[in-house]
């Protein structure tokens, strides 16, 4: 009996300690998340993704969504498909045109959905509406802000050299960076490893040093397993992946990110 009394009170004090730790827990207050959470040094490159991240895709998105017979409904559909192939395509130690592999997802939605696009119309559709978009309100005066506090700003993009060469030229963005870095040139697509370590070889800087800026959850889960620091636009309908390490910064526009960093010393 005097056993059992002894046992529940030693239980007892366990269960009050491990009450004492459950909100840190619940609350993700871990010691891993605190030391991401207060790591406020500069990394020497900002990496900027550009569909989504710099560039409003609504245009686009109308242009494809009447590709598909006015099915909008069908543009997640498209845009998974089109990055599904992608990784395929790099998988199997290919590399095609980012915005070709976006054509040949339009017609295998179509096909899907009881209708068809030829390839010539397909790529039509995706190289017009990709070219041409416009920057996010605010994303010239946050790029303008970091610039000046010193950051060194490279854009970072599964699209092909001339493709964002174009779209920078359209969106007024060219000036903001120091260079513009595309998979084209390695072969491979985000989220593959090999293309962010060989970003950071390309800027001469250790990947530690780097920092991914994107709107898409894939793109910072890669960045991060490929030991990169990571801020996180939430566009809307966009979400981190809940099994990948924790973000760093995370908002809702480039604004507020860029508050954040020029706090970093």
């Known amino acids: ?3 059992n009394r002894r046992n529940f009170i030693k239980n007892l004090g366990i269960m009050g300690t491990t009450g004492l730790l459950m909100p840190n827990i619940v609350l993700g207050n871990t010691q891993e998340n605190k030391n991401i959470m207060t790591n406020t040094t500069r990394p020497k490159v900002l990496f900027f993704d550009v569909n989504e991240t710099l560039l409003d895709l609504t245009q686009m998105k109308k242009q494809v969504g009447k590709a598909l017979n006015g099915r909008e409904d ?3 559909l498209w845009f998974t498909t089109m990055l599904q192939y992608s990784l395929v395509t790099t998988a199997s130690g290919q590399y095609e045109h980012f915005g070709n592999i976006g054509a040949a997802a339009l017609q295998m939605v179509a096909a899907n959905n009881g209708f068809s696009i030829s390839e010539k119309e397909a790529r039509n559709v995706i190289v017009n509406s990709l070219r041409g978009l416009p920057a996010h309100p605010e994303v010239k005066v946050a790029l303008a802000q970091l610039k000046k506090e010193g950051y060194k700003l490279v854009s970072f993009t599964n699209s092909s050299n001339e493709g964002v060469k174009k779209q920078f030229e359209s969106a007024g963005l060219t000036d903001y960076f120091e260079e513009r870095l595309s998979v084209e040139d390695v072969g491979k697509f985000k989220p593959f490893t090999d293309t962010y370590a060989w970003a950071a070889r390309k800027m001469g800087v250790k990947s530690e040093e780097c920092m991914l800026i994107a709107a898409h959850g894939w793109d ?4 991060v397993w490929a030991g990169w620091r990571a801020a996180f636009i939430s566009r809307p309908g966009q979400q981190l992946f809940p099994l990948a390490p924790k973000t760093e910064i995370v908002e809702s526009d480039l604004q507020k990110v860029a508050d954040v960093l ?3 010393k």
């Open 1 to 3: 009996m005097k056993n």
């Open 74 to 76: 069908l543009l997640s």
């Open 220 to 223: 910072v889960a890669g960045a």
């Open 262 to 264: 020029v706090t970093y």
